[in-house]
T-cell receptor, first 114, second 114 residues
Framework: AQTVTQSQPEMSVQEAETVTLSCTYD???????LFWYKQPPSRQMILVIR??????QNATENRFSVNFQKAAKSFSLKISDSQLGDTAMYFC???????????FGQGTRLTINP | EPEVTQTPSHQVTQMGQEVILRCVPI?????FYWYRQILGQKVEFLVS????????KSEIFDDQFSVERPDGSNFTLKIRSTKLEDSAMYFC????????????FGSGTQLSVL
């Protein structure tokens, strides 16, 4: 079974700083997708970034980038120039290619302080 | 940008009552999902639905749960006899024809069972 672990329950940084959220996963599959979702206080789930496991290049979306280490089964999210609106719960998620379900980690609560 | 719509945003019910949670997926999407999040816990997969039938379901999705696409636009989750432990945020999601495409989540329905 696939599992996703986020070892940082909470993090807090100052506005404009860079912050990295950690995620590790366990799977025997070789083809899969990894995701970071943001859940602000409104509790809506918003996709931040997606990475295909077969791609060596790390995905980037504006201020958000990932460090994907397939051999280590690690998938961290870096937020550059953090903004107050980045305050949210962040979930790492895994989906095996051909499956129809996301497996989520426990989440990291990120607070950006002014 | 198109979005997934869920109603109601909050529902309160008595234990043992039936509830129906409603979702309107994005119009050109063909895969539909329900996830739930008990307060303070990770988001969990319940069920996926494609071509008018369940394509995958989790252990949580027992006989008390059912899904339906009654009219080609709505996608519903029914809980036949609610229990206290069914209290959670329920998220509907949809994706386009291609599997592993980006999942678009609705804003959720907070179900409170008293």
């Amino acid at each position: 079974a696939q599992t996703v672990t986020q070892s940082q329950p909470e993090m807090s940084v100052q506005e404009a700083e860079t912050v990295t959220l950690s995620c590790t996963y366990d799977t025997s599959e070789s083809n899969y997708y990894l995701f970071w979702y943001k859940q602000p206080p409104s509790r809506q789930m918003i996709l931040v970034i997606r990475q295909e496991a077969y791609k060596q290049q790390n995905a980037t979306e504006n201020r958000f980038s990932v460090n994907f280490q397939k051999a280590a089964k690690s998938f961290s999210l870096k937020i550059s120039d953090s903004q107050l609106g980045d305050t949210a719960m962040y979930f790492c998620a895994f989906m095996w290619l051909g499956a129809q379900k996301l497996v989520f980690g426990q989440g990291t609560r990120l607070t950006i302080n002014p | 940008e198109p979005e997934v719509t869920q109603t109601p945003s909050h529902q309160v019910t008595q234990m043992g009552q039936e509830v129906i949670l409603r979702c309107v997926p994005i119009s050109n999407h063909l895969y539909f999902y329900w996830y739930r999040q008990i307060l303070g816990q990770k988001v969990e997969f319940l069920v996926s639905f494609y071509n008018n039938e369940i394509s995958e379901k989790s252990e949580i999705f027992d006989d008390q749960f059912s899904v339906e696409r009654p009219d080609g636009s709505n996608f519903t989750l029914k809980i036949r006899s609610t229990k206290l432990e069914d209290s959670a945020m329920y998220f509907c999601a949809s994706s386009r024809q291609i599997r592993n495409e980006k999942l678009f989540f609705g804003s959720g329905t907070q179900l409170s069972v008293l």
